[in-house]
C-alpha cells in the first residue's frame, strides 16, 4: 500500500477556495486515489475518487497529473461546515477485499 | 435507506473487561470491516468480514474478535481490555461483488476504559 504525505493543518476563510496536495510517490500502476471527510466524532465520508487527470462532482474536483506521484483535492467555495479532517488514500481497487489505510490526514479549519 | 448504523455511541468500561460492539451494514451491503480511531489519528483497519469469514486482518492481536451473522450485522469483541484500546471504534461496508468499492462509514462507537 502506498504511503501517503499531506499537509498536517490548513486554514482558509469562507468564501476562497481551498486546496489540499497529497505526494504519493510509491503509488502502484492499479492505484486509485480517494479522498475521505471527516468530523469530529463521526465516520469518514467519501468525498472524491480517481484513477488520472481530472474528476469533479457537485462536492469537489480531485487533479492528478500524469505521473500520477501527487494528487490535489479542491474544495470551491468554502464554507465554515467544511471544518474537517481531509484524508488522502491511495490503494488498489480489487474488489471486495480491499482495506482502507489512512494516514493522519490534514485539519482543514475555515475562519470566518 | 438507512445508511451503517452502530451501537451503542458510547461505552465506559474498566481495564480487563470484555466489550462487544454492533453493526448493520447499508441497505445491499455484505461485506463488513471495522476501524480504531485514536485520538488524533487515522483510522487503523482491524478486520474485514465477508460471507460470516474473516477476510482481512490488520496488525491487531488476538484479543480483537469478531462476527457476521447471516444477515449481514456484524460484532467485534475485545477481551482483555487494556487503556490502549480507548478510542472511537468505526464499521464501514461495501458491496462483496461488483458496484461501487467506496466504503461507507457509520456513527461510530465511542469506548473508554478506565
Known amino acids: 500500500l502506498a504511503k501517503t504525505t499531506q499537509p498536517i493543518s490548513m486554514d482558509s476563510y469562507e468564501g476562497q477556495e481551498v486546496n489540499i496536495t497529497c505526494s504519493h510517490n510509491n503509488i502502484a500502476t492499479n492505484d486509485y486515489i480517494t479522498w475521505y471527510q471527516q468530523f469530529p466524532s463521526q465516520g469518514p465520508r467519501f468525498i472524491i475518487q480517481g484513477y488520472k487527470t481530472k474528476v469533479t462532482n457537485e462536492v469537489a474536483s480531485l487533479f492528478i497529473p500524469a505521473d500520477r506521484k501527487s494528487s490535489t483535492l479542491s474544495l470551491p467555495r468554502v464554507s465554515l461546515s467544511d471544518t474537517a479532517v481531509y484524508y488522502c488514500?491511495?490503494?488498489?481497487?480489487?474488489?471486495?477485499?480491499?482495506?482502507?489505510?489512512f494516514g493522519s490526514g490534514t485539519q482543514l479549519t475555515v475562519l470566518p | 435507506d438507512a445508511g451503517v448504523t452502530q451501537s451503542p455511541t458510547h461505552l465506559i468500561k474498566t481495564r480487563g473487561q470484555q466489550v462487544t460492539l454492533r453493526c448493520s451494514p447499508k441497505s445491499g451491503h455484505d461485506t463488513v470491516s471495522w476501524y480504531q480511531q485514536a485520538l488524533g489519528q487515522g483510522p487503523q483497519f482491524i478486520f474485514q468480514y465477508y460471507e460470516e469469514e474473516e477476510r482481512q486482518r490488520g496488525n491487531f492481536p488476538d484479543r480483537f474478535s469478531g462476527h457476521q451473522f447471516p444477515n449481514y450485522s456484524s460484532e467485534l469483541n475485545v477481551n482483555a481490555l487494556e487503556l490502549d484500546d480507548s478510542a472511537l471504534y468505526l464499521c464501514?461496508?461495501?458491496?462483496?461483488?461488483?458496484?461501487?468499492?467506496?466504503?461507507?462509514f457509520g456513527p461510530g462507537t465511542r469506548l473508554l476504559v478506565l
Open positions: 464501514a461496508s461495501n458491496p462483496g461483488r461488483g458496484g461501487e468499492e467506496t466504503q461507507y
Open positions: 488514500l491511495v490503494g488498489s481497487v480489487s474488489g471486495s477485499a480491499r482495506q482502507l489505510t
